[in-house]
Structure formats: C-alpha cells, structure tokens
C-alpha cells in the first residue's frame, strides 16, 4: 500500500540547514566495548598501557567511532521532526570521513553539521539529503570532517 500523507518535498532551502553544535567527551570505557564490537583484538585500542607504549597519551579513537560520537547528542533526531521528516521513511545512505589529526580518549570533541546538498531520484520516490559534520576537539583543532548521505523514502 502507498504512502498516501501528504508531504513536504525536500528542497534546496535546506541547504544551509545547521544542527545545533554540541560537544561529548571520549570515555575509554565507550572505546573498548567499540573495539570489542569490530572484533578489534591489538590492545592498542582497549588497554592504556599498550596505546602508551605505541607512542599515544591515551586510547586512540578508531575511525568511523566518531559516526557512533556523533549520535550522542541529546537528541539525534530532533532535527528530522524540524524539517518535517518522518523518521520511520530514513534510510542510511553512505558516509566518508577525512582525517585531520587523531584523536584520544579523554578528547572533548565538538560536532557541527550542515546539510550541504539535497536532491531527488525515482521521481521524487527518494530524497537524499547530504550533511557535512566538522568535528573539532577541545583546542579547536579541526580532527575531523565526515559527509554523511540520508535517503528518505517515500511510497512502498
């Protein structure tokens, strides 16, 4: 059966759209339940003293655990029922990440997003939105930037 509610097309006006910025601490105990989730075995990622002896001052954040960081926010989808999308019909569409500097357990790290790109396929049968997140930590050293690709779909 189709989706028959009335909806908002996405359009170019979201472009530009920022999420409000917001800053969480990198807690060693959140790094190792993650490296233990990859199935990541070398101690340089759970045990201090290894990530010490590798030359870090602390445990080091694997790559894509800034996508799991960046879902810590209050409310990560607060900002979908601001643009009027149902986030039942969101999809995970792809992200990248560029790397700047590392980063370390104990890091404050903020995130600031904005939705860079909106477009349609199928008819308007999906829409994609694009937000690009600078993540920077505590010294205002940019780390991080990461696009991240939603698909909304509508319809059956």
């Known amino acids: 059966?189709?989706?028959?509610?009335?909806?908002?097309?996405l359009g170019a006006e979201l472009v530009g759209y920022r999420n409000r910025p917001f800053s969480v601490e990198v807690e060693k105990g959140r790094l190792r339940l993650f490296a233990k989730a990859i199935g990541e075995s070398d101690p340089v990622w759970s045990d201090d003293e290894a990530a010490r002896a590798a030359g870090y001052p602390s445990l080091p954040v694997p790559p894509t655990f800034l996508f799991c960081l960046e879902m810590e926010r209050p409310d990560p989808y607060d900002w979908f029922e601001e643009l009027g999308i149902p986030l039942g019909q969101v999809l995970h569409g792809e992200q990248a990440f560029v790397y700047h500097e590392p980063c370390f357990a104990g890091d404050v790290l903020r995130f600031e997003a904005e939705i860079v790109d909106v477009f349609a396929k199928k008819a308007g049968a999906l829409e994609f939105l694009v937000q690009h997140n600078v993540v920077s930590n505590q010294h205002g050293v940019r780390v991080a930037e990461f696009d991240r690709t939603i698909v909304v779909r509508h319809g059956s």
């Open 1 to 9: 059966m189709a989706d028959e509610s009335p909806r908002r097309a």
